[in-house]
């Protein structure tokens, strides 16, 4: 993930994600047949970029994750989900050495996905 502005940056700035990754716990409830609706929340943690013009900062920071899911179970060892999940990683200063003036880079992100899951 990445973006870029000119505000508060007249040389332009640019902002990315290169991996972020999770470790979550989910609870749900499985009385519903095959279906199982969860909740899940736990550890984000990821690498946040900030780069104006040859100059750049980069840090590896820890936030939270929460987000709800649906899983459905068919063929016996096979299963499908789809789940939200939103992950905020803080924030990096970009300090005015690099960016021009100080600037707080925040992470934020909304994710989406679907998934399908063979148990052993």
Do not use: H, Q
């Not at 900030?50 to 840090?59: C, Q």
């Amino acid at each position: 993930m990445k973006g870029s502005t000119t505000t508060n940056c007249p040389a332009g700035c640019e902002t990315k994600n290169d991996w972020m990754g999770t470790a979550r716990g989910r609870i749900g409830y499985a009385g519903w047949n095959n279906l199982l609706p969860y909740i899940t929340g736990g550890a984000a943690f990821g690498n946040i970029k900030a780069t104006s013009g040859t100059a750049s900062v980069a840090k590896t920071n820890v936030g939270y994750a929460l987000g709800a899911g649906l899983e459905y179970a068919f063929l016996g060892a096979w299963s499908a989900k789809v789940e939200y999940l939103y992950a905020d990683l803080g924030k990096v200063t970009c300090p005015a050495g690099t960016c021009g003036v100080d600037n707080d880079i925040k992470f934020k992100a909304n994710l989406v996905r679907v998934g399908l899951n063979y148990r052993f």
